[in-house]
Nanobody, 121 residues
Framework: VQLVESGGGWVQSGGSLRLSCVAS????????MGWYRQSQPHVERELVA????????YYRDTVKGRFTISRDNAKSAMYMEMNSLKPEDTAMYYC???????????????WGQGLQVTVSA
């Protein structure tokens, strides 16, 4: 499965962005999809949010109430709406897919190439 992300870019603090991840084939068999981010090349990627095939969601504490993750199996796509963005949200964001529970511990079957999100103060 190839994952292609779009929607990154530059935004001022308090602004919004919508990230999209489209898969090259059906995502129905993928129990988990999510977004990881990496603020610096030498820093470990952290899970930002995840969504299961059943609709369960996970958010890290620092984005709760600001980010919303969703998936559309019919379109083989996943989205993340990011509101009230802060400079500390600046990072490379990676689409991830695989088993939901494994994905939660960074055991990911499929990664996207990543895209940059930059939030200026």
């Amino acid at each position: 499965v190839q994952l292609v992300e779009s929607g990154g870019g530059w935004v001022q603090s308090g602004g919004s962005l919508r990230l999209s991840c489209v898969a090259s084939e059906s995502i129905r068999s993928l129990s988990g999809m999510g977004w990881y981010r990496q603020s610096q090349p030498h820093v470990e990627r952290e899970l930002v949010a995840a969504v299961s095939s059943g609709g369960s969601t996970y958010y890290r504490d620092t984005v709760k109430g600001r980010f919303t993750i969703s998936r559309d199996n019919a379109k083989s796509a996943m989205y993340m709406e990011m509101n009230s963005l802060k400079p500390e949200d600046t990072a490379m964001y990676y689409c991830a897919a695989g088993n939901y529970f494994k994905l939660m511990i960074a055991n990911v079957d499929h990664w996207g190439q990543g895209l940059q999100v930059t939030v200026s103060a």
